[in-house]
């Protein structure tokens, strides 16, 4: 188990960042190491964002320092989805089979949590997002047939993309943890696009199935004052509530989404016109 922690930042403060500072500040890019349990601590809604990637043995969730909790889930609830190889996940001695694109919520107060792969050439992959939380909800395995999709965008417009809404209200409860996967059909690029904000809720972006030798392109800050992060596969961003987030790459790709913060409700956000953004 390994961890770092991150502050917030102001938005004004990030207007003077290098690129360096700013990569330093909301880049990701320490997850899927193989053998180990990877994790950034990040005071936007206290969210962690991390990866468990169990080879030859088991890797078991333990508790951190920062959350002061016997277990890791004592305060809090958990989110998982698998990029890799089949794999599975014990909750409290029972076992999920956790394939690639499928995710599993499991709830305040398990006390065990351990993550396998089912084949050590092709481990599993598990994309890690937790947040505070106040209810026991319930653990529940969500596959893409659960999951609720939307068609969105077009290839006109470079954005033709299936969200596949997995931990929301409409699939399973949860306190204020919500995550999906964004998958970009061939021929389009843009995701999230026109851009957003929802300043009652802080985000984070997973990019995975980018193709070697291509990119994502991640634009983040306020509307009228936006910043860019090259990113590569298996790399997450830290998106604050003040800022867009969105991205454009040199192929198609996937990319997990997870929000926390007061509010449960998907489509609150302040849109920003395509045109207003500098």
Not at 63 to 70: E, G, N, R, V
Not at 171 to 178: K, R, T, Y
Not at 208 to 224: L, S, T, W
Not at 239 to 260: D, L, R
């Amino acid at each position: 188990m390994n961890y770092t922690k991150r502050y917030a930042s102001s938005p004004e403060t990030i207007k003077r960042y290098t690129t360096d500072e700013l990569r330093n500040e909301f880049l990701v890019d320490d997850l899927m190491i193989e053998g180990e349990i990877n994790m950034t601590y990040s005071h936007y809604d206290r969210y962690i964002v991390g990866s468990a990637v169990p080879v030859n043995s088991p890797l078991v969730l333990e508790t951190i320092d920062p959350l002061k909790s016997t277990y890791f889930l004592d305060r809090r609830e958990l989110g998982v989805i698998n990029v890799g190889g089949d794999g599975k996940i014990k909750v409290d001695g029972e076992v999920f089979a956790i394939n690639f694109k499928e995710a599993l919520y499991v709830g305040m107060g398990a006390k065990e949590v351990i993550f396998e792969s089912a084949d050590s050439a092709n481990p599993a992959l598990f994309y890690i997002n937790s947040a505070p939380a106040h209810t026991a909800f319930p653990t529940a395995k969500v596959d893409k047939e659960k999951a609720n999709q939307l068609e969105i965008g077009s290839l006109e417009t470079a954005n033709h993309r299936t969200v596949n809404q997995m931990i929301v209200g409409k699939v399973i409860p949860s306190c204020q943890l919500q995550m999906g996967i964004t998958e970009l059909k061939v021929g389009s690029t843009w995701n999230t696009m026109p851009a957003h904000v929802h300043d009652r809720r802080m985000e984070a972006y997973f990019y995975f199935d980018v193709p070697k030798d291509h990119a994502v392109c991640h634009f983040m800050g306020q509307p009228n004052e936006t910043r860019n992060l090259w990113m590569h596969n298996h790399q997450a961003v830290i998106s604050p509530p003040w800022s867009i987030h969105s991205g454009s790459g040199t192929s198609n790709y996937s990319f997990v989404w997870g929000m926390a913060g007061e509010n449960l409700d998907y489509n609150d956000m302040d849109t920003a016109k395509i045109t207003e953004l500098k």
